[in-house]
């Protein structure tokens, strides 16, 4: 797991898209969803690897 | 027609009468088909036989039959005696209908669906790169993963392949270990268990792909292995940890990259796959188009969904039809012009009416304010300030409008569109309890920007000098918009005789807190009666504004060659013609390099000007 630092350009990888992708293909989520609620998702996320 | 050539029994006259019998039968059905059973009496038969001099009595007939059985049958009625026989010359057949196989009994009862065994296909454990690209791998599953590759036997095996940069040889498919001679025996040989394909090498053709980030695996069987090996290809890209990120750059980060996805619609803030974005036709977008016209002004998204689409608020499927109205009109960019803000989504199509003064063009007003354009210190963060006050100018009065300037910038918000080149924005006015739709037109590389439309409010409640404040509010669309209430006051206030074009001062009463200085009335700036606005040649030249304005103000110096004024009144005088800036009025006094504008030694913060220094 990386740590994206605050002096750095924050860039989202590819896994970073899948995850917001599927998060835009969820059903059961109100549509449709803000920035706001994809960086909550982000954040919130559970890391793996 | 062929007649039917009919052996009979009997002797040569039964012969005969036979033959008689079945020619009179034959003659009498003789449209019927060949096969169809001919049924007479035999008692109608021996009458008509004696018409034609064949004298047969009913039992001489029966008796023909019965010796002739192949070809006539006998029927007893209950009171007559029938002789049956055919064209074809056979006794008649009973017949059934076959209806087991009609098209019309198949119709109704289809033949049940035959069960077809589905192939099973081998299932790949390891997700191909763009598998991962688009689809998150929650957490574990690569643990989920590794636990039932373990359980796998060891035939089915997943190793790495490297990525195939060169060109392979063709597709072949050879054994690796024993001869085939030795694989018959071992095959005739070996356990029922045994009968797993021998292990062999799979040559993938060549296939020029570019080298991802992701290694490709491929479903090898080994079984020579004793002990099972896994190597799932795990993602080269971490998972990134973004908690010491601020939103800003974590909310430009997600646009930059989810913009250029054309799975995903975006407007505003707001996300979605396009393609569970509702869609609008060619006729929803007529109608669209037709309700604005037929409303005079800009609307909302939120109107026009409810209005027009039938879309009902509260309803689970509204947000998203408004986020259609949204997404799919911004992509109609011959038709539609996005005129809204983040929060408060106002939508126009061509042919609408302009909204504020026609006194002026909108391009000459933008002209007219190109030095806030131009000066770097009247740029301001969008949306920095939470209230600002004004006083309102001669100019703005008139017009109706408000300069986009430091203050204004800092208080209202940026296009949210590229290429937006105004908003429409509400500001309520709480004392009146009146909202009105403004314009707020960007300003340009060489010309200002400005605010339009608040003609009604001006003329209702306020002078030029009054002070006014905007404050916003949580949308960032709609402001509220207050004066300062005062007892009424009665004054001669000038103002511009639109059918003359000349200046003149009416008696006006106000109830709104006004900054003297900055007020125009006949006590201080009599001059200004009967006065022409200057021409336009003189008016684009700021200079020339502030020596006429001098001159309008008319008060002499003591040695009669110059003016005197102070900045404050100069301020009031040249905003009758153009805007002019404080600071900006400042600078031309303070660095006017002709010298016909000098600091006034006697007059606290007064000017002078002498002239014949500029035209």
Redesign the interface.
Same mark, same amino acid.
Do not use: C, K
């Given at each position: 797991?990386?740590?994206?630092?605050?002096e750095e350009?924050? %860039?989202?990888?590819?896994?970073?898209?899948?995850?917001?992708?599927?998060i835009?293909?969820d059903y059961n989520r109100? %549509?449709? $969803?803000?920035?706001?609620q994809? $960086?909550d998702e982000?954040?919130t996320?559970?890391?793996?690897? | 027609m062929a007649s039917t050539q009919v052996a009979f029994r009997g002797s040569v006259a039964d012969k005969e009468l036979a033959d008689q019998l079945f020619q009179v039968m034959s003659g009498f059905a003789r449209f019927s088909s060949y096969d169809a059973p001919i049924r007479l009496s035999t008692a109608a038969l021996s009458e008509f036989m004696g018409t034609i001099d064949m004298e047969a009595t009913p039992e001489k007939l029966q008796s023909l039959a019965k010796s002739n059985s192949t070809v006539f049958a006998i029927e007893v009625g209950d009171e007559e005696t029938f002789i049956v026989t055919t064209r074809a010359g056979r006794s008649p057949v009973a017949t059934s209908t076959d209806s087991d196989h009609t098209f019309a009994v198949r119709f109704m009862t289809p033949l049940p669906k035959p069960e077809r065994t589905t192939p099973v296909r081998p299932r790949v454990v390891a997700p191909e790169s763009s598998w991962?690209?688009?689809?998150?791998? =929650?957490?574990?599953?690569?643990d989920v993963i590794a636990a039932s590759a373990a359980a796998v036997p060891a035939a089915a095996r997943v190793v790495e392949q490297a990525p195939v940069e060169t060109p392979a040889p063709e597709l072949t498919f050879e054994s690796e270990s024993t001869p085939v001679a030795d694989r018959v025996e071992d095959e005739v040989l070996a356990e029922p268990e045994a009968a797993i394909p021998a292990p062999r090498t799979i040559t993938v053709p060549p296939v020029m792909v570019q080298p991802t980030?992701l290694p490709q695996a491929a479903v090898t069987p080994d079984p020579v292995a004793s002990e099972p090996v896994l190597s799932v290809p795990? =993602?080269s890209?971490?998972?990134?940890?973004?908690?010491?990120?601020?939103?800003v750059?974590?909310?430009?980060?997600?646009?930059d990259?989810?913009r250029m996805?054309p799975?995903?619609a975006n407007f505003g803030?707001?996300?979605?796959?396009e393609e569970?974005v509702p869609r609008l036709g060619r006729n929803d977008l007529r109608r669209l188009r037709e309700y604005l016209q037929e409303q005079e002004q800009p609307l909302t998204d939120e109107v026009l969904a409810q209005d027009v689409l039938g879309g009902r608020p509260g309803s689970?499927d509204f947000?998203?039809l408004r986020?259609a109205v949204n997404f799919r009109l911004s992509r109609e960019h011959r038709e539609f012009d996005f005129v809204g803000t983040r929060n408060q989504r106002f939508w126009s199509t061509g042919s609408l009416p302009q909204i504020g003064t026609t006194r002026k063009k909108p391009t000459e007003i933008a002209t007219d304010y190109r030095v806030i354009a131009e000066d770097p210190s009247q740029q301001a963060e969008p949306r920095s300030v939470a209230s600002i006050d004004h006083v309102l100018t001669f100019y703005e009065y008139t017009l109706g409008l408000l300069p986009y300037d430091r203050d204004l910038q800092g208080l209202l918000p940026a296009p949210l569109m590229p290429n937006q080149r105004s908003s429409v924005l509400t500001f309520e006015c709480p004392q009146s309890y009146t909202t009105y739709l403004v314009e707020l037109r960007y300003p340009t590389p060489n010309r200002g920007g400005f605010i339009l439309g608040l003609d009604d409010f001006y003329n209702e409640n306020l002078v030029p000098g009054a002070l006014l404040s905007i404050e916003r509010t949580e949308n960032d669309g709609h402001y509220l918009v207050r004066h300062i209430q005062e007892k009424p006051t009665s004054a001669r206030m000038l103002e511009l005789e639109d059918r003359r074009q000349r200046y003149v001062f009416r008696p006006t009463t106000y109830a709104c807190g006004v900054f003297d200085d900055y007020l125009l009335t006949e006590d201080r700036f009599g001059n200004l009666a009967q006065e022409k606005p200057l021409d336009e040649k003189s008016r684009r030249r700021p200079e020339s504004v502030v020596s006429a304005s001098f001159d309008r103000i008319g008060r002499k110096l003591e040695t009669g060659t110059g003016f005197a004024a102070t900045f404050n009144e100069l301020f009031a005088v040249t905003n009758i013609e153009r805007p002019f800036a404080e600071g900006y009025l400042r600078n031309l006094l303070d660095s006017d390099e002709s010298g016909a504008f000098a600091k006034d030694p006697d007059t606290d913060d007064g000017y002078t000007y002498v002239p014949g220094s500029t035209s």
């Open positions: 797991m990386s740590d994206a630092t605050t350009t924050v %860039q989202l990888n590819d896994v970073d898209i899948a995850y917001l992708l599927s835009l293909r109100p %549509q449709p $969803i803000s920035t706001q994809l $960086i982000l954040r996320r559970t890391p793996r690897g | 991962i690209r688009d689809v998150f791998v =929650p957490t574990g599953s690569l980030s795990a =993602p890209v971490p998972v990134q940890s973004f908690g010491g990120v601020d939103d750059r974590l909310a430009t980060a997600i646009g990259r989810l996805d799975r995903v803030d707001d996300w979605m796959l569970r689970p947000e998203q986020f």
